[in-house]
């Protein structure tokens, strides 16, 4: 938590020009994105506004900050993911989804530190053992946004090869889709607990 959150203080506020340019009004400079994704980073609350309007534009100055990062070649988000959210919009469900990834990612940062040392002591830090685990979480976290439709990608291209073997499309097979992420949960949750007692 930041400085400014602690003491109830409200959030820095940057102004957007016409020219593009990015001003902010508590240090009286201009800024960049870097900057912003740098007061991100630093757990500082800040709000865009639009100089001429006053509309706060701040949702869509973070996913330009999104936007740069992964054209730095920081690829954050897989393609998979950024299809299925991309379906989510005009989804009867789409009103769901930003409380769901809210929780999801809160809970993953709570968490973040905690992994980091267990695997580093388990592991001695091997980078490639980190990377196949945030793999497997991810593809665990794929899923389970996937099955917030029964019309999702995964769920038609299940349907389509069960259909060419005569057997019920996967749309009609929700309990065991779940049944199924259940499991991969239970033996994530395992192979964290075996890996928090190795020291």
């Given at each position: 938590m930041s400085e400014e959150n602690a003491k109830g203080e409200a959030p820095v506020v940057i102004k957007k020009y016409?020219?593009?340019?990015?001003?902010?009004t508590q240090t009286s400079s201009y800024v960049t994105?870097?900057?912003?994704a740098q007061m991100v980073k630093d757990g500082t609350e800040f709000e865009v506004r639009d100089a001429r309007t006053g509309e706060d534009i701040t949702r869509s100055v973070l996913t330009q900050i999104i936007f740069?990062?992964?054209a730095k070649g920081q690829s954050l988000l897989p393609i998979k993911f950024l299809r299925q959210l991309i379906r989510f919009y005009g989804d009867s469900l789409q009103s769901?989804?930003?409380?769901y990834l809210d929780m999801s990612m809160e809970g993953f940062a709570k968490n973040q530190e905690q992994m980091r040392s267990r695997l580093a002591e388990a592991f001695g830090g091997s980078g490639q053992v980190i990377e196949n685990l945030t793999r497997q979480n991810m593809a665990m976290f794929e899923r389970a946004m996937a099955m917030f439709s029964p019309f999702g990608a995964a769920a038609a291209r299940r349907g389509g090869e069960d259909e060419a073997k005569g057997a019920a499309p996967a749309a009609a097979k929700p309990a065991e889709d779940i049944s199924e992420l259940k499991s991969e949960i239970e033996a994530m949750r395992k192979q964290?607990?075996?890996?928090?007692?190795?020291k």
């Open positions: 016409a020219n593009r340019r990015l001003y902010n994105l870097d900057h912003l740069e990062e992964e769901f989804v930003p409380g964290l607990a075996e890996l928090s007692q190795r």
